[in-house]
């Protein structure tokens, strides 16, 4: 079995570490469980969701200097940007777990279709693509 290899671009391209590759079956299988996985995390409410996240921030936090030594290996950056970084990811998570309960509470998309030659809006359309419920309401205009 082969081995995909990770390598420093900020150093010649060294070689930091490597792990073997995964078979086809493995990669179907894994699919298979986030699939069901994501179908749970779906079922849970907003609050659970964040409590999931309430519960990764300070490991995030107490690892914070490792995540970042590990950025820096595999990326080239310096050590100063990969902890400027991991602190600003820490900050963005913060900021989506305050506005979770607001930005995906439940909502309608009201879109207007003006006659029903031009079909459907783009508005209807962006909506129903990413599973909003959806309220139509058409006008002719004479």
Known sequence: MSKLISTNPG?????????EESTKDEVVQAVARARETQNKWAGLSVADRVAYYEKLLPIYAERSEEIAKMQTLETGKTITQSRGDVEGDQIWLKNIMALAPERLKPDVVIGFQVNESEG???????????????????????
């Open 120 to 142: 459907v809006s783009d508005t209807l359309k962006k909506a129903e693509e990413v599973g909003k419920p959806v309220a139509s309401l058409k006008y002719t205009i004479e």
């Open 11 to 19: 150093k010649g391209y060294e070689v930091v570490g490597g792990i």
